[in-house]
Protein backbone atom coordinates (compact mmCIF):
# COMPACT_ATOMS: atom_id res chain seq x y z
CA UNK A 1 0.00 0.00 0.00
CA UNK A 2 2.53 2.47 0.57
CA UNK A 3 4.04 4.46 -2.50
CA UNK A 4 8.20 3.98 -1.95
CA UNK A 5 9.77 1.58 -2.93
CA UNK A 6 9.65 -2.00 -0.92
CA UNK A 7 12.46 -3.53 -2.58
CA UNK A 8 14.55 -6.29 -0.84
CA UNK A 9 17.80 -4.61 -0.18
CA UNK A 10 19.37 -3.61 2.93
CA UNK A 11 22.32 -2.37 4.50
CA UNK A 12 23.29 -2.14 7.73
CA UNK A 13 21.35 -5.06 7.85
CA UNK A 14 21.15 -5.47 3.78
CA UNK A 15 18.51 -8.19 2.82
CA UNK A 16 18.59 -9.69 -1.02
CA UNK A 17 16.56 -12.93 -0.84
CA UNK A 18 18.70 -15.79 -3.28
CA UNK A 19 16.73 -17.16 -5.66
CA UNK A 20 17.53 -20.87 -6.50
CA UNK A 21 20.14 -21.54 -4.02
CA UNK A 22 19.36 -23.39 -0.38
CA UNK A 23 21.91 -22.34 1.97
CA UNK A 24 22.83 -23.67 5.65
CA UNK A 25 20.02 -22.60 7.75
CA UNK A 26 20.09 -19.33 10.07
CA UNK A 27 18.62 -19.92 13.58
CA UNK A 28 16.81 -16.80 15.57
CA UNK A 29 19.21 -17.24 17.97
CA UNK A 30 21.72 -16.19 16.00
CA UNK A 31 20.19 -13.22 14.41
CA UNK A 32 19.58 -12.33 18.38
CA UNK A 33 22.77 -12.41 19.09
CA UNK A 34 23.76 -10.00 16.74
CA UNK A 35 22.04 -7.03 17.77
CA UNK A 36 23.17 -4.21 18.75
CA UNK A 37 22.79 -4.56 22.80
CA UNK A 38 24.18 -8.00 22.76
CA UNK A 39 27.37 -7.47 21.49
CA UNK A 40 28.27 -3.85 22.55
CA UNK A 41 29.35 -4.50 26.47
CA UNK A 42 31.68 -7.26 24.80
CA UNK A 43 33.50 -5.37 22.23
CA UNK A 44 33.11 -1.75 23.58
CA UNK A 45 36.47 -0.60 23.79
CA UNK A 46 36.93 -1.60 19.97
CA UNK A 47 34.08 0.39 18.64
CA UNK A 48 32.56 3.76 18.30
CA UNK A 49 30.88 5.01 21.89
CA UNK A 50 26.98 4.59 22.02
CA UNK A 51 24.45 4.75 23.97
CA UNK A 52 21.23 2.34 24.03
CA UNK A 53 17.83 3.61 25.06
CA UNK A 54 14.47 1.19 25.18
CA UNK A 55 12.23 2.27 22.55
CA UNK A 56 8.28 3.48 24.93
CA UNK A 57 5.30 1.15 23.28
CA UNK A 58 3.56 4.48 22.21
CA UNK A 59 6.97 5.74 20.50
CA UNK A 60 6.83 2.27 18.64
CA UNK A 61 3.40 2.70 17.78
CA UNK A 62 3.71 6.14 16.39
CA UNK A 63 6.95 4.46 14.29
CA UNK A 64 5.05 1.84 13.00
CA UNK A 65 1.36 4.05 12.24
CA UNK A 66 1.43 3.66 8.38
CA UNK A 67 -0.38 7.44 7.80
CA UNK A 68 0.57 10.95 6.95
CA UNK A 69 4.02 11.73 7.79
CA UNK A 70 3.85 13.74 10.46
CA UNK A 71 7.42 14.42 12.66
CA UNK A 72 7.31 15.22 16.59
CA UNK A 73 9.86 16.08 18.72
CA UNK A 74 11.67 19.45 16.71
CA UNK A 75 11.84 22.46 18.52
CA UNK A 76 9.58 24.43 16.36
CA UNK A 77 7.74 22.12 13.74
CA UNK A 78 5.62 22.71 10.69
CA UNK A 79 2.46 22.73 11.02
CA UNK A 80 -0.40 21.07 8.64
CA UNK A 81 -3.58 23.47 8.84
CA UNK A 82 -6.71 22.73 7.67
CA UNK A 83 -9.42 25.41 6.88
CA UNK A 84 -12.83 25.43 8.61
CA UNK A 85 -14.35 27.72 5.94
CA UNK A 86 -14.72 27.42 1.87
CA UNK A 87 -14.78 23.78 1.96
CA UNK A 88 -16.65 20.92 0.03
CA UNK A 89 -17.29 17.48 0.50
CA UNK A 90 -15.29 16.65 -2.78
CA UNK A 91 -12.01 18.90 -2.43
CA UNK A 92 -10.61 19.63 1.07
CA UNK A 93 -8.12 22.57 0.92
CA UNK A 94 -4.70 21.92 2.99
CA UNK A 95 -2.98 24.95 4.25
CA UNK A 96 0.33 26.28 5.85
CA UNK A 97 -0.62 28.60 8.25
CA UNK A 98 -0.62 30.55 12.03
CA UNK A 99 -4.48 31.32 11.87
CA UNK A 100 -5.66 30.94 15.19
CA UNK A 101 -9.10 30.02 13.31
CA UNK A 102 -7.53 26.76 11.69
CA UNK A 103 -7.62 23.41 12.56
CA UNK A 104 -3.84 22.06 13.47
CA UNK A 105 -2.50 18.80 12.39
CA UNK A 106 0.05 17.88 15.33
CA UNK A 107 2.16 15.02 15.87
CA UNK A 108 2.18 13.31 18.62
CA UNK A 109 4.98 14.46 21.62
CA UNK A 110 7.03 11.90 23.74
CA UNK A 111 8.50 14.37 26.21
CA UNK A 112 10.00 11.97 28.42
CA UNK A 113 11.77 9.60 26.12
CA UNK A 114 12.68 13.57 23.84
CA UNK A 115 14.32 14.53 26.71
CA UNK A 116 16.40 10.90 27.01
CA UNK A 117 17.39 11.05 23.71
CA UNK A 118 18.32 15.11 23.74
CA UNK A 119 20.77 14.04 26.87
CA UNK A 120 22.29 11.01 25.38
CA UNK A 121 22.72 13.19 22.12
CA UNK A 122 24.49 15.77 24.18
CA UNK A 123 26.61 13.54 25.98
CA UNK A 124 27.99 12.28 22.76
CA UNK A 125 29.13 15.50 21.27
CA UNK A 126 25.78 16.86 19.88
CA UNK A 127 25.18 14.60 16.50
CA UNK A 128 24.46 10.96 16.71
CA UNK A 129 24.47 7.93 13.76
CA UNK A 130 20.84 6.07 14.84
CA UNK A 131 20.13 2.69 14.30
CA UNK A 132 17.88 0.29 15.66
CA UNK A 133 18.59 -3.31 17.59
CA UNK A 134 20.23 -4.75 13.57
CA UNK A 135 19.15 -1.74 10.89
CA UNK A 136 20.64 1.98 10.45
CA UNK A 137 17.90 3.53 8.01
CA UNK A 138 20.61 4.20 5.43
CA UNK A 139 17.86 3.58 2.56
CA UNK A 140 16.29 7.04 3.93
CA UNK A 141 19.40 9.67 4.27
CA UNK A 142 18.09 10.96 0.69
CA UNK A 143 14.48 13.02 2.88
CA UNK A 144 17.00 14.80 5.51
CA UNK A 145 17.57 18.22 4.89
CA UNK A 146 21.26 17.24 4.84
CA UNK A 147 21.04 14.27 2.74
CA UNK A 148 23.11 12.54 5.86
CA UNK A 149 22.39 10.20 8.79
CA UNK A 150 23.57 12.60 10.85
CA UNK A 151 21.09 13.67 13.28
CA UNK A 152 21.35 16.21 16.44
CA UNK A 153 17.30 16.38 17.63
CA UNK A 154 15.16 13.63 17.78
CA UNK A 155 12.55 14.85 14.82
CA UNK A 156 15.83 14.25 12.66
CA UNK A 157 15.38 10.26 13.92
CA UNK A 158 11.45 9.88 13.66
CA UNK A 159 12.51 11.63 9.79
CA UNK A 160 14.79 9.06 8.74
CA UNK A 161 12.99 6.09 11.06
CA UNK A 162 9.66 6.69 9.47
CA UNK A 163 10.67 6.73 6.16
CA UNK A 164 12.86 3.64 6.15
CA UNK A 165 11.68 0.31 5.06
CA UNK A 166 14.81 -1.07 6.79
CA UNK A 167 13.72 0.16 10.17
CA UNK A 168 10.33 -1.21 9.25
CA UNK A 169 11.73 -4.80 8.30
CA UNK A 170 13.70 -4.46 12.32
CA UNK A 171 10.17 -4.31 14.10
CA UNK A 172 7.74 -6.77 11.22
CA UNK A 173 10.82 -9.02 10.06
CA UNK A 174 13.68 -9.05 12.26
CA UNK A 175 13.69 -13.33 11.86
CA UNK A 176 13.08 -13.83 7.87
CA UNK A 177 15.22 -16.31 6.42
CA UNK A 178 15.63 -18.35 9.38
CA UNK A 179 14.35 -21.85 9.54
CA UNK A 180 13.27 -22.43 13.03
CA UNK A 181 9.83 -23.37 13.56
CA UNK A 182 9.73 -22.43 17.18
CA UNK A 183 8.29 -19.44 18.29
CA UNK A 184 10.11 -15.79 17.71
CA UNK A 185 11.86 -15.38 20.73
CA UNK A 186 10.73 -11.61 22.37
CA UNK A 187 12.65 -8.36 21.39
CA UNK A 188 12.90 -5.33 23.41
CA UNK A 189 13.32 -2.41 20.43
CA UNK A 190 15.80 -0.22 21.26
CA UNK A 191 16.91 3.11 19.93
CA UNK A 192 20.68 3.05 19.50
CA UNK A 193 22.64 6.27 19.17
CA UNK A 194 26.66 6.25 18.23
CA UNK A 195 28.75 8.94 18.09
CA UNK A 196 28.80 10.91 14.52
CA UNK A 197 31.98 10.36 13.08
CA UNK A 198 33.23 11.48 9.81
CA UNK A 199 33.89 7.75 7.81
CA UNK A 200 35.21 7.88 4.74
CA UNK A 201 33.48 5.11 2.77
CA UNK A 202 36.58 3.93 1.37
CA UNK A 203 37.80 2.67 4.84
CA UNK A 204 35.02 0.62 5.38
CA UNK A 205 35.18 -3.20 4.79
CA UNK A 206 32.76 -6.75 5.54
CA UNK A 207 34.42 -9.14 6.67
CA UNK A 208 32.57 -12.93 6.62
CA UNK A 209 33.29 -15.57 9.30
CA UNK A 210 32.88 -19.48 8.96
CA UNK A 211 33.53 -21.95 12.13
CA UNK A 212 35.76 -18.71 13.75
CA UNK A 213 37.43 -18.62 10.59
CA UNK A 214 38.06 -15.76 8.58
CA UNK A 215 37.09 -16.93 5.10
CA UNK A 216 36.37 -13.41 3.17
CA UNK A 217 36.68 -9.65 3.06
CA UNK A 218 34.55 -7.34 1.07
CA UNK A 219 34.73 -3.60 -0.12
CA UNK A 220 32.09 -2.15 1.76
CA UNK A 221 31.41 0.97 -0.68
CA UNK A 222 31.66 -2.10 -4.00
CA UNK A 223 30.18 1.09 -6.19
CA UNK A 224 33.04 2.70 -6.20
CA UNK A 225 36.27 2.34 -6.94
CA UNK A 226 39.05 3.86 -4.49
CA UNK A 227 42.85 3.20 -5.80
CA UNK A 228 44.25 3.36 -2.22
CA UNK A 229 42.57 -0.02 -1.40
CA UNK A 230 44.00 -1.43 -4.53
CA UNK A 231 47.43 -0.03 -3.57
CA UNK A 232 47.33 -1.29 -0.05
CA UNK A 233 45.97 -4.32 -0.71
CA UNK A 234 48.26 -6.53 1.21
CA UNK A 235 47.94 -4.14 4.28
CA UNK A 236 44.83 -4.26 4.55
CA UNK A 237 44.22 -7.70 4.82
CA UNK A 238 47.18 -8.42 7.56
CA UNK A 239 45.44 -5.56 9.05
CA UNK A 240 41.78 -7.02 9.50
CA UNK A 241 43.70 -9.96 9.93
CA UNK A 242 45.44 -9.22 12.94
CA UNK A 243 42.46 -7.18 14.31
CA UNK A 244 40.09 -10.41 13.99
CA UNK A 245 42.07 -12.34 15.30
CA UNK A 246 43.39 -10.18 18.33
CA UNK A 247 39.42 -9.15 19.32
CA UNK A 248 37.14 -10.91 17.61
CA UNK A 249 37.83 -14.21 17.46
CA UNK A 250 36.30 -16.65 19.83
CA UNK A 251 34.81 -13.83 21.54
CA UNK A 252 31.52 -13.35 19.74
CA UNK A 253 29.02 -14.90 20.81
CA UNK A 254 28.46 -17.50 17.73
CA UNK A 255 31.17 -19.12 15.51
CA UNK A 256 29.15 -17.91 12.07
CA UNK A 257 28.72 -14.30 11.31
CA UNK A 258 29.51 -11.36 9.47
CA UNK A 259 31.16 -8.17 10.97
CA UNK A 260 32.10 -4.40 9.43
CA UNK A 261 34.77 -2.57 10.33
CA UNK A 262 36.71 1.15 9.31
CA UNK A 263 40.55 1.31 8.75
CA UNK A 264 41.53 4.76 9.38
CA UNK A 265 44.05 6.43 7.13
CA UNK A 266 46.72 5.69 9.76
CA UNK A 267 45.99 1.71 9.64
CA UNK A 268 44.12 1.58 12.81
CA UNK A 269 41.02 -0.64 12.57
CA UNK A 270 37.53 -0.29 14.72
CA UNK A 271 34.74 -2.18 14.82
CA UNK A 272 31.48 -1.03 13.27
CA UNK A 273 28.73 -3.95 13.77
CA UNK A 274 28.01 -7.34 13.29
CA UNK A 275 25.35 -8.82 11.04
CA UNK A 276 24.16 -12.60 10.59
CA UNK A 277 25.79 -15.17 8.58
CA UNK A 278 23.00 -15.50 5.78
CA UNK A 279 21.32 -14.13 2.77
CA UNK A 280 19.57 -11.79 5.32
CA UNK A 281 22.90 -9.91 5.23
CA UNK A 282 24.23 -8.09 1.93
CA UNK A 283 27.37 -10.56 0.63
CA UNK A 284 28.78 -7.29 -1.56
CA UNK A 285 31.17 -8.88 -3.95
CA UNK A 286 30.81 -12.44 -3.09
CA UNK A 287 27.74 -14.57 -3.37
CA UNK A 288 26.53 -16.07 -0.64
CA UNK A 289 26.77 -19.88 -2.61
CA UNK A 290 30.85 -18.97 -2.57
CA UNK A 291 30.61 -18.31 1.13
CA UNK A 292 28.84 -21.22 2.27
CA UNK A 293 30.69 -23.69 0.05
CA UNK A 294 33.89 -21.78 0.29
CA UNK A 295 34.61 -22.62 -3.39
CA UNK A 296 36.14 -20.33 -5.80
CA UNK A 297 36.03 -17.15 -3.01
CA UNK A 298 39.98 -16.33 -4.41
CA UNK A 299 39.48 -17.03 -8.34
CA UNK A 300 42.51 -18.21 -9.67
CA UNK A 301 45.28 -19.03 -6.80
CA UNK A 302 48.47 -20.94 -6.06
CA UNK A 303 49.03 -23.84 -4.25
CA UNK A 304 51.01 -21.87 -1.51
CA UNK A 305 48.03 -19.80 -1.18
CA UNK A 306 45.07 -22.23 -0.60
CA UNK A 307 48.19 -23.88 2.14
CA UNK A 308 48.06 -20.50 4.13
CA UNK A 309 44.76 -20.28 4.11
CA UNK A 310 44.36 -16.85 3.84
CA UNK A 311 40.54 -15.04 3.07
CA UNK A 312 39.35 -14.11 0.15
CA UNK A 313 39.29 -10.40 -0.37
CA UNK A 314 37.33 -8.41 -3.01
CA UNK A 315 37.21 -5.21 -4.05
CA UNK A 316 36.50 -2.70 -6.82
CA UNK A 317 39.55 -3.07 -9.43
CA UNK A 318 38.35 0.04 -11.86
CA UNK A 319 36.57 2.37 -12.40
CA UNK A 320 34.92 0.72 -15.20
CA UNK A 321 33.00 -1.34 -12.63
CA UNK A 322 31.75 1.30 -11.05
CA UNK A 323 28.26 1.27 -10.24
CA UNK A 324 24.95 3.33 -8.90
CA UNK A 325 24.33 3.60 -5.25
CA UNK A 326 22.04 0.50 -4.99
CA UNK A 327 19.98 3.22 -2.56
CA UNK A 328 18.65 5.17 -5.68
CA UNK A 329 15.82 2.78 -5.95
CA UNK A 330 14.04 4.30 -2.70
CA UNK A 331 13.78 7.73 -3.88
CA UNK A 332 11.17 7.31 -6.53
CA UNK A 333 8.02 5.55 -6.67
CA UNK A 334 7.54 1.94 -6.24
CA UNK A 335 5.62 1.39 -10.01
CA UNK A 336 8.65 3.09 -11.46
CA UNK A 337 10.83 0.87 -10.37
CA UNK A 338 9.13 -2.05 -10.89
CA UNK A 339 8.87 -1.14 -14.72
CA UNK A 340 12.36 -1.04 -15.40
CA UNK A 341 13.53 -3.84 -13.43
CA UNK A 342 10.38 -6.65 -14.85
CA UNK A 343 9.23 -6.68 -11.64
CA UNK A 344 5.76 -6.94 -12.37
CA UNK A 345 4.64 -8.00 -15.90
CA UNK A 346 0.97 -6.71 -15.40
CA UNK A 347 2.19 -3.18 -15.06
CA UNK A 348 4.52 -3.59 -18.35
CA UNK A 349 1.84 -4.78 -19.76
CA UNK A 350 -0.69 -2.26 -18.76
CA UNK A 351 1.89 0.68 -19.59
CA UNK A 352 2.51 -0.81 -23.22
CA UNK A 353 -1.26 -0.38 -24.00
CA UNK A 354 -1.18 2.94 -22.49
CA UNK A 355 1.58 4.11 -24.93
CA UNK A 356 0.10 2.22 -28.23
CA UNK A 357 -3.81 4.37 -26.90
CA UNK A 358 -2.03 7.46 -26.86
CA UNK A 359 -0.13 6.70 -29.92
CA UNK A 360 -3.36 5.73 -31.79
CA UNK A 361 -5.02 9.36 -30.40
CA UNK A 362 -2.36 10.77 -31.60
CA UNK A 363 -2.79 9.24 -35.29
CA UNK A 364 -5.96 9.79 -35.38
CA UNK A 365 -6.12 13.82 -34.33
CA UNK A 366 -3.91 14.22 -37.36
Known sequence: SCLWCRFELVVGRDLFGLKGFKQDSMKKDQVMKCQFSAWYPLFKQHTIRSVVLPIPRNVIDYLLDDGTLVVSGSEDPPRCIQADNESSDDEEEV????????????????????????????????????????????????????????????????????????????????????????????????????????????????????????IGISQRDYTQYYDHINKQKADVINSLEEFFKQHI??????????????????????LIDFNPFGEVTDSLLFTWEELVSRQNLTGIESEEDRNQDCPAFRCTTSEVTVQPSPYLSYRIPKDFVDLTTGEDAFKLIDFLKLKRNEQEDSDNES
Not at 171 to 191: G, K, N, R
Request: with cysteine; aromatic share 14%.
Open 95 to 214: QWSDDENTTTLTAPEFPEFANEVQEAINSLGGSVFPKMNWSAPRDAHWIALNSSLKCKTLSDIFLLFKSSDFIMRDFTQPFIHCTDDSLDPPVEYELVLRKWCELIPGGEFRCFVKENKL
Open 249 to 270: QYKFLDEDFVFDVYRDSMGRVW
